[in-house]
């Protein structure tokens, strides 16, 4: 388990697979969400900038991996996930939970699904929510192929440039990683404070 959770150990021992089938895994499946998926995409985008992998193929493959990830746990949500999380006599139920889950997906689905990318666990449960609340597919499409985009574009380029920047930057992975979402975090609750008050 440690092995798995250590992102240059499991690069180093899987490679491009290791990293794309945790991101793939992370972005939509809900058994995945401890996996480390932005300490991974940056210590992918540190060890592109010292060559041990290639920048761009860590890129695109990242992202590919993630636009898919997210559209399993979509899908998910939307067959299945209903049944799951608001299952009678379960932990979650409660009738008015779906409703209320529609109703979210209904006037901030689109923000969620994409802000969603930069905030651990969230990320993971973001597209099943999506689609246990029956958010529109065209939208979510939409916004989940912008979010696969920008999540691994902003933490793996951050890497790539500090670790030429800053070789020892590896050091001061974890520190950097709270850093950016925490600001991503209040970020994120300011945007939908100055909306609600439009």
Same mark, same amino acid.
């Given at each position: 388990?440690?092995?798995i959770?250590?992102p240059e150990?499991?690069?180093?021992t899987?490679?491009?697979?290791?990293i794309?089938?945790t991101?793939f895994?992370e972005?939509? *499946?809900?058994?995945?969400f401890?996996?480390?998926?932005d300490?991974?995409l940056f210590s992918?985008?540190?060890?592109a900038?010292t060559?041990?992998?290639?920048y761009?193929?860590?890129l695109?493959?990242?992202m590919f991996?993630?636009?898919?990830?997210?559209l399993?746990g979509?899908?998910?949500?939307?067959k299945?996930?209903g049944?799951? *999380?608001?299952?009678k006599?379960s932990?979650?139920?409660?009738?008015?939970n779906l409703e209320r889950t529609?109703k979210f997906?209904?006037k901030?689905?689109?923000?969620a699904v994409?802000?969603?990318? *930069?905030v651990p666990?969230?990320?993971?449960?973001a597209?099943?929510?999506?689609g246990?609340g029956?958010?529109?597919?065209?939208?979510?499409?939409?916004?989940n192929?912008?979010g696969?985009?920008?999540?691994?574009?902003?933490?793996?380029?951050?890497?790539?440039?500090?670790?030429?920047?800053?070789p020892?930057?590896?050091q001061?992975?974890?520190?950097?990683?709270?850093g950016? *979402?925490?600001?991503a975090?209040?970020a994120?609750?300011?945007?939908v404070?100055l909306k609600?008050?439009?």
């Open positions: 388990m440690e092995n959770l250590n150990i499991l690069i180093h899987l490679g491009y697979a290791g794309f089938g991101v895994l972005s939509g *499946f809900f058994f995945a401890f996996l480390p998926g300490t991974l992918t985008g540190f060890l900038s060559g041990v992998l290639d761009g193929l860590s695109f493959g990242v991996a993630s636009f898919l990830g997210s399993a979509y899908f998910f949500g939307k299945i996930g049944k799951i *999380f608001f299952k006599n932990l979650f139920f409660d009738p008015q529609k997906f209904e901030y689905g689109t923000f994409f802000f969603a990318r *930069f666990v969230v990320r993971t449960f597209p099943i929510l999506a246990v029956g958010m529109h597919y065209g939208k979510f499409l939409k916004y192929f912008f696969s985009i920008a999540w691994p574009l902003v933490v793996i380029s951050s890497g790539y440039f500090l670790g030429n920047q800053f020892q930057i590896h001061y992975v974890m520190p950097v990683v709270i950016v *979402f925490v600001f975090f209040f994120s609750i300011f945007s404070f609600k008050k439009k």
